[in-house]
């Protein structure tokens, strides 16, 4: 029996879920194979980045759904979709970041419509629905940190997480609210071994008038891409980007720089703590390898442990 790519349930001999399929689309029955394998996705994505907005070291396609030809397209303007394809360095990364922004998802972290999708040559493509986009051609006011802090690509680790404290209560409209979901994004990232979240990574939304943190993004574990990671988080906190404990995370980051009080810092931790089972059940039903699922949940255990969290 097949799983789906999209919700991870059962789907019989069919590549999706009914309920997988409904999430991109109400009016969706099938969806076609993406026609390229990953090295031409790979290739394409290269042959398009000078007309394209969205950067990174991961290569991105934008994409849109059409429904009548149930496929998901590749294009150069209007998408609402963006695509990463197998990386040729590092393995089953795709794979890795929908597991884990379903995780994220698991903690009321706020995530987009994301999944896989099969491609012609039965790699799985990872796909996130674009949050800056509304309707045909309308742009959602969003800046991401680096932009806050008149920071540049270039430079979007040369900050600390100290810092992004004070982007929030400059910029966001409820500060005390969207530091409440930094400090969970922090703990999150910790805990399942992202050290990658730098300014790019961190966003605010402009909605209904009001400024806060954007959906999450760009959420994976970075720890077991890796052979030798050296690094536990991408901007440093309390001048460490290593050996953290708890009591750097929690009572100095949670309590003292965020502002927090007691029972929000407890309220988060026993959100993760309740997702624990839920957590270890995507992991094993996930599409990684069985070797990565192992080293997950190693990683997994061992962080919970260091933060307390049973």
Known sequence: ??????????CGD???????????????????????????????AFNRASKMSIQGIQPKLSARLNIKEEKIEIVDTGGRYILKPQHQFFPEM????????KLA?????EV????????KDNSLTYFIKRFDRKGQNDKVPVEDFAQLAGLSR???????MEKVVGLINNFCTFP???????????????????????????????????VKLSPCYDLLNTTIEYKKPDEEIALPLKGKKKHLTYEILVKYYGLERCELTTKSVDK?????????????????SSFLSEGMKEKYLELLEMRLHNLKIS
């Open 268 to 284: 988060v931790l026993e959100t993760v703590s309740s997702a624990i089972p839920v957590w270890k059940s995507l992991i094993n």
């Open 105 to 109: 998802s698991e903690i009321g972290l």
């Open 94 to 101: 795709p794979e890795n970041e929908d597991l884990t922004m």
């Open 154 to 160: 270039d430079t979007k680790y040369e900050y600390s």
């Open 176 to 210: 005390a609210i969207e530091k409440l979901s930094l400090f969970k994004l922090v703990i999150f990232n910790y805990i399942i071994g992202n050290d990658d979240q730098h300014l790019k990574n961190f966003s605010i939304i402009t909605k209904d008038g009001k």
């Open 14 to 44: 069919n590549r999706y879920s009914d309920e997988g399929l409904k999430l991109l689309s109400t009016e969706l029955v099938s969806l076609k194979d993406l026609e390229y394998t990953a090295e031409e996705q790979r290739q394409e």
């Open 112 to 119: 987009p419509l994301h999944g896989l999708l099969w491609s």
């Open 1 to 10: 029996m097949n799983h789906c790519p999209i919700t991870y349930n059962p």
